[in-house]
Nanobody, 118 residues
Framework: QVRLVESGGGSVEAGDSLRLSCVAS?????MAWFRQAPEKEREFVAS????????FYSDSPSMKGRFTISRAKNTLYLAMDNLKPEDTAVYYC??????????????WGQGTQVTVSS
């Protein structure tokens, strides 16, 4: 199983930006970001292929155009711009699959909290 360690979360104000990071214990593996808000189901944010050549984003209107997934070797990033209070959630890094189907991913990080105040 791949070990994933997220960082970069925090408390920010609406309109701010944050960049999350996730270091994987192995390189060249497809990875993704999910998030889970209190009392809500885990939600797909974005995924990226093992070499970064292909990305796939949630079609949720609330996220469109504000989040960018990227990677450098075995580190995954999520740049989040113009953050909104509804982005408040625990953000999870996942590895071992592609696309938006959470059960398909075999490895998960511990999560990093993002809190956006209005």
């Amino acid at each position: 199983q791949v070990r994933l360690v997220e960082s970069g979360g925090g408390s920010v104000e609406a309109g701010d930006s944050l960049r999350l990071s996730c270091v994987a214990s192995v390189p060249l593996i497809a990875m993704a970001w999910f998030r889970q808000a209190p009392e809500k189901e885990r939600e797909f944010v974005a995924s990226i292929s093992y070499n970064g050549g292909s990305t796939f984003y949630s079609d949720s209107p609330s996220m469109k155009g504000r989040f960018t997934i990227s990677r450098a070797k075995n580190t995954l990033y999520l740049a989040m711009d113009n953050l909104k209070p509804e982005d408040t959630a625990v953000y999870y890094c996942a590895a071992g699959a592609s696309g938006d189907y959470a059960p398909g991913y075999s490895s998960w990080g511990q999560g990093t909290q993002v809190t956006v105040s209005s």
